[in-house]
């Protein structure tokens, strides 16, 4: 048993525009996938209040809009969104160039504590 997994994004499991990077890696404590938006392409709008998850997005790649309660906000690549769970949210790529998001999410409840340091 090694202990860790390493895998490059092109090797990920796909299904269709997302890239399964929790199953893919077999992360057992959190989510974790990207999806690649082409122009004009967006994930379904939800929250995630049953699950009582946090959401954080970050966009890696492109520039997409991310829409937190009906508001649009530009979020060039390099941006980070964190969302509690009641917010409604979705992205959607208005552009003309390709956008990849990771979206990394956790039940509130999971116990995580942040190194002294971070």
Avoid: C
């Avoid at 790649?61 to 949210?89: C, K, M, N, W």
């Amino acid at each position: 048993m090694a202990g860790f997994t390493i895998k490059h994004r092109d090797d990920l499991d796909r299904e269709g525009k997302w890239l399964l990077a929790r199953r893919s890696l077999e992360v057992g404590s959190f989510g974790m996938n990207l999806v690649e938006l082409a122009p004009g392409e967006s994930i379904p709008e939800h929250d995630e209040t049953d699950r009582d998850q946090e959401e954080v997005f970050y966009v890696v790649d492109g520039d997409a809009v991310i829409v937190i309660d009906g508001q649009d906000h530009a979020s060039p690549a390099g941006t980070f969104v964190r969302l509690d769970p009641h917010v409604r949210r979705t992205a959607r790529n208005d552009g003309d160039a390709a956008v990849t998001l990771m979206m990394v999410s956790a039940p509130r409840s999971s116990g995580y504590e942040p190194m002294s340091w971070a």
